[in-house]
């Protein structure tokens, strides 16, 4: 199948800076796209979701940004804390498929 | 959203022997499906747990090492069979109804020695 990945492994962040985290994707026809964050010990947790008809959507202290022209992909993280700490990951599905495809994962440190 | 509890949650296995963990949903759902993760890496996609009939399964993996159950819309089970160290990995089950986000179990973190 075709990938969906990550630019960057590891993200060092100060607290209360802003965070990026990008993702590149190679379906044209992924249409619905995840980020998940996924802390030590513990199983990936939903974020925030995006279908291709959306080039933004905002959440809690994130915003996800879609570029459908260059297939990318991008989380914001505001006012980063220490508890973002973690591995996020993006992973997409296109609408004739159920299943989901994941990129390799940024690690995000926060700096105190 | 949909609340997993995965069992166990981790175990350290001689080679050779046989591992079932347990995935129970809260609530019904379309679809259940069986990921590895090998340390450090992301997630990979073992099987989708069809209710009823037989798992569907990503290439790599077969039925003889990872034996799936599914027998109604709440619970599936996976077998790592026949283990060696290799095997050593997080598996997590995940539960997605259609057009929706898929939620993951806290993940089952399997040592072999």
């Known amino acids: 199948g075709e990938n969906v990945g990550l630019h960057l492994p590891t993200l060092s962040v100060q607290e209360g800076d802003n965070s990026i985290i990008n993702c590149a994707y190679s379906?044209?026809?992924?249409?619905?796209f995840i980020w998940y964050k996924q802390e030590s010990g513990k199983g990936p947790q939903f974020i925030i979701d995006?279908?291709?008809?959306?080039d933004k959507r905002q959440g809690q202290r994130v915003t996800v940004l879609l570029n459908k022209t260059v297939k990318h992909l991008s989380l914001q993280i505001a006012a980063t804390q220490p508890g973002d700490s973690a591995v996020y990951f993006c992973a997409e599905r296109s609408g004739n498929d159920y299943k989901l495809s994941f990129g390799a994962g940024t690690t995000v440190t926060v700096r105190a | 959203s949909a609340v997993i509890s995965q069992k166990p949650s981790r175990d350290i296995c001689q080679r050779g022997t046989s591992l079932t963990i347990q995935c129970q949903v809260d609530s019904q759902v379309t679809m259940m499906f069986w990921y590895r993760q090998q340390p450090g890496q992301s997630l990979t996609l073992i099987a989708t747990?069809?209710?009823?009939?037989?798992?569907?399964?990503e290439s790599g993996f077969v039925i003889d090492k990872f034996p799936i159950s599914r027998p109604n819309l709440t619970f599936s089970t996976l077998t790592v069979s026949n283990m060696s160290p290799e095997d050593s990995s997080i598996y997590l089950c995940?539960?997605?109804?259609?057009?929706?986000?898929?939620?993951f179990g806290q993940g089952t973190r399997l040592t072999v020695v």
């Open positions: 379906n044209s026809a992924s249409d619905y």
């Open positions: 995940s539960v997605e109804s259609w057009g929706a986000e898929a939620f």
């Open positions: 995006i279908r291709s008809n959306m």
């Open positions: 747990a069809n209710q009823g009939s037989e798992a569907t399964y």
